[in-house]
């Protein structure tokens, strides 16, 4: 069993930069996978980054929404994942809400056993 609470969310301007993270339970954190994906309101939840359980691979949506501006991260010493962001726009508005399997990371929300509540980011113009 796996218990994942993020922190970190906001309100940040336009430009701005925030560092999210995902503090994980349990002595097994280092044998799993991490994954982002954040949810809008009205739309579907959305992949943003993975790692592996090393921290030596990780993954990126393949839309220019990520691409440059997100950094996935892990210190499996403080059983925490870390996501950051720059370079924030206000479509990056959304609850943020990591996410934990066994295996390798992914970007599909069903492959992943254990979720946290969620963050919220909200991004003004």
């Known amino acids: 069993q796996v218990q994942l609470v993020e922190s970190g969310g906001g309100l940040v301007q336009a430009g701005g930069s925030l560092r999210l993270s995902c503090a994980a339970s349990?002595?097994?954190?280092?044998?799993?996978?991490m994954g982002w994906f954040r949810q809008a309101p009205g739309k579907e939840r959305d992949f943003v980054a993975a790692?592996?359980?090393?921290?030596?691979?990780?993954?990126?949506a393949d839309s220019d929404f990520v691409k440059g501006r997100f950094t996935i991260s892990r210190d499996n010493g403080k059983n925490t994942v870390y996501l950051q962001m720059n370079s924030l726009k206000p479509e990056d508005t959304a609850v943020y809400y990591c996410?934990?399997?066994?295996?390798?990371?992914?970007?599909?929300?069903?492959?992943?056993?254990?979720w946290g509540q969620g963050t919220q980011v909200t991004v003004s113009s």
């Open positions: 349990g002595r097994t954190f280092s044998s799993y996978a």
């Open positions: 996410a934990a399997r066994r295996g390798s990371g992914t970007s599909a929300a069903g492959h992943y056993d254990y």
């Open positions: 790692i592996s359980w090393s921290g030596g691979s990780t993954y990126y």
